[in-house]
């Protein structure tokens, strides 16, 4: 069950001008464990922009884990293809926050199912480099594992460069497999449960 904050001094984000349609795009709202309400929902075409901003507010080492090597910005076919969702075979979900100026996007989680085995799918999760360490990508990653499930996916598999300890420790914690694969990076397999973990225990993450 979505749950929300009412913590004194705080915007909630259910108040926020885009709320509304957030949550009818199969918005949740979590609250991190930092207390910070984090909506996840269904990526949309409205994010166009702050995907492009989003993305050069990550750091180099950030950028690298997500795209191996990493273009200086996204260019509008890359864009095409981020958005590119029919919400079954290619699945995406956003992590936002509020602000006085409305919704902030903070991270993205995503698969994309494999051809030659419909049960399993390529999965990434990114988060901003200012809101990392709060368990915003573990929210990501468990709220992907229950849209995966319901549509059939019982593996995820990644690739994850070495020098991203935390994700790989995240992943870990989340019981994945991870292996040795080309230099420098990893190969992370994850049998998916038949129910994803409680919030409680992915907000205690990393």
């Known amino acids: 069950m979505p749950r929300h904050s009412g913590e004194p001094g705080s915007r909630s ?13 199969g918005g949740h709202v979590h609250i991190s464990r930092a207390g910070q309400e984090i909506l996840v929902r269904r990526l949309l075409p409205i994010d166009r922009e702050q ?47 509020a602000d006085e100026s409305g919704e902030r996007g903070v991270g993205v989680a995503r698969y994309s199912r494999r051809n030659d085995d419909p049960t399993t799918a390529e999965a990434a999760v990114v988060v901003l480099d200012a809101y990392q360490h709060r368990g915003i990508g573990t929210l990501l990653l468990w709220d992907l594992v229950a849209a995966a499930r319901d549509h059939g996916i019982t593996t995820f598999t990644a690739t994850v460069r070495w020098e991203s300890s ?11 497999a991870v292996h040795p694969s080309e230099p420098g990076v990893a190969a992370v397999t994850f049998q998916l449960p038949d129910l994803p973990a409680d919030v409680d225990r992915a907000e205690d993450a990393s």
């Open 13 to 25: 984000i259910l108040t926020s001008p885009d709320a509304g349609a957030s949550l009818a795009a």
């Open 51 to 97: 995907l492009a901003a989003g993305y050069q507010e990550l750091s180099l080492a950030a950028r690298r884990a997500r795209f191996g090597s990493p273009p200086d910005q996204l260019s509008s076919r890359e864009l095409d293809q981020l958005l590119d969702l029919d919400f079954d075979d290619r699945f995406a979900l956003g992590a936002v926050v």
């Open 166 to 176: 935390w994700l790989l420790d995240a992943i870990r914690a989340a019981g994945a």
